[in-house]
């Protein structure tokens, strides 16, 4: 973010629209916490927030605050834009991270060059707020 006319652009780009499924993870987020589901019959991690566990199919799952911390799976350095509304951020520096919990999520690495990126490193969430939705970034820890 460069200036004032920058931060205006982040904030017309798309944002995620909360479902009554997902209000949980949208609100932990809000309140700079991570949150995942856990299967109460199964002990397995779920994400993306879902109504049934993807292992065994039980619709008892609670949300759990967790740490957020991780490493970094797999990652790109994305010269060009990914889509027209992120014109003017690249280098987007997008990455998959695997929580403590065994689960993976697409992300958007900060706070990181794109040359200190490495496959393994530890990372932690960074919570960034656009006009109406906080984001779960991350960064090296």
Known sequence: MKNESDN?????RPQPRPTPTSEPFWAGLAAQQVRLQQCDDCAGWVYYPRSHCPH?????LTWQ????????????VAQQPTAPQFAGEEPQLIGVVELKEGVRLNTVMVNVSPEDLEVGMRVKPVFFQLADTTLLYFEPS
């Open 65 to 76: 605050d967790i740490s957020g911390e991780g490493t970094l799976y797999s990652y790109t």
């Open 8 to 12: 205006n652009a982040l904030y017309q």
């Open 56 to 60: 065994c199919l039980s619709p008892n």
